[in-house]
């Protein structure tokens, strides 16, 4: 999958000489193998073929830098976890020098369609005997890299469901992306609180080295106020999937009272400038629309990603979330049938 998706990414280039598409347009995309660049580079190639766009994609960029030069006027389409809008609006974080400016960056950004980014979730391998959210002290936990929301919000669920802190009853082990396939493999944690994609090509090549069981959050714990309340706050939503849906085969073992898999997905959306062309922005949703289902295909996760969920619960939008949709991407939407809460609604 990874070659497939490598191999794409260098042919978007050569894709964009070939185009003779009506508008140019720069984008930016993650690394090849997870949701933003599967999202950011089937758009380039749905507006191509269509004639709408021809997307010159950046690959292997930082989200957070990403959303700034959305907001900036530098690039014309970017990815942005909903938790990141949050904190430049607030100059936060990452924006903590944008200060007051931060707020204004935000309001320039405006939605195309949501997806989440994968998952918080707990696996271990089966040889490690975990005995679940209550066995998780003195474990050593690898909870994500050195810095970042995916290891904040990892803390926050393991307190929340397991009851335990890091560097109180547990030790945290960080380590960046790159680094995870061997972290996972080489037995440096017992145990694994990572966002997720499922079925999640991590967990799908840990199997190499044993089974796999993945960790339900009980629904004891998922339906309480505190996890409800965390659950929803900004760049965050419930999520629940059945174990048949999750992807895996009889190498991944889920642990749940009922066979579903309850977690908390890290919700997301493309991104434009608010004063991108209605009508263009309308065209290029209108093309993601009708082809969601060749999205859905492209990847096995892909259909965990919540493409074309507009709900504003599971898709994380209003509420504290300030992002809201472009004006041409709410034409489309609702031309094809769908609702737009008006809390998203500029």
Same mark, same amino acid.
């Given at each position: 999958? %990874? ?30 193998? /997870? ?21 010159? #994609? ?73 005995? /679940? ?18 290891? #904040? ?12 802190? =890091? ?71 419930? #999520? ?10 009889? /190498? #991944?073992?889920?642990?749940? =009272? ?17 004063? %991108? ?9 209108? =093309? ?14 892909? $259909? ?40 998203? $609604?500029?």
């Amino acid at each position: 999958m %990874m070659t497939r998706l490598t191999n794409f990414a260098a042919a978007l280039c050569l894709l964009a000489g070939a185009s003779t598409a009506q508008e140019n347009l720069t984008a930016e995309a993650t690394s090849p193998g /997870g949701p933003p660049f599967m999202s950011i580079s089937h758009l380039a190639e749905i507006a191509s073929a269509s004639g709408i766009a021809n997307l010159q #994609v950046q690959a292997g960029q930082t989200l957070t830098f990403s959303i700034l030069n959305v907001a900036q006027g530098k690039t014309d389409i970017g990815t942005a976890p909903l938790v990141l809008v949050f904190l430049l609006s607030k100059g936060l974080g990452p924006y903590s020098k944008q200060g007051e400016k931060g707020a204004e960056l935000a309001s320039n950004l405006r939605a195309l369609y949501p997806y989440n980014l994968g998952g918080y979730t707990m696996y271990a391998f089966e040889s490690s005997n975990l005995g /679940g959210w209550d066995d998780l002290n003195n474990r050593v936990i690898y909870n994500g890299p050195p810095a970042g929301g995916a290891l #904040v919000g990892a803390r926050q669920m393991l307190q929340l469901v397991g009851g335990v802190k =890091e560097g109180e009853d547990y030790r945290g082990l960080q380590v960046n992306w790159g680094q995870s396939g061997k972290t996972i493999s080489d037995g440096s944690a017992e145990l694994f609180v990572l966002p997720e994609s499922h079925p999640s090509q991590r967990i799908t090549a840990a199997q190499a080295s044993g089974r796999v069981a993945i960790y339900s959050v009980p629904s004891e714990a998922f339906d309480s106020d505190s996890f409800k309340r965390w659950a929803s706050s900004p760049g965050n939503a419930p #999520v629940t999937i059945s174990g048949d849906a999750l992807g895996y085969g009889d /190498g #991944v073992t889920l642990k749940s =009272e009922d066979n579903i898999w309850r977690g908390v997905n890290i919700t997301a959306a493309d991104i434009v400038h608010k004063d %991108m062309d209605d009508a263009l922005v309308k065209a290029l949703v209108t =093309e993601y629309i009708k082809s969601m289902d060749k999205l859905i295909a492209k990847a096995p996760f892909v $259909k965990n990603m919540g493409v074309g969920v507009i709900d504003a619960k599971l898709s994380g939008f209003c509420g504290p979330n300030p992002l809201k949709y472009h004006p041409g991407a709410i034409a489309a939407w609702e031309d094809a049938g769908y609702t737009i809460p008006d809390c998203a $609604k500029p």
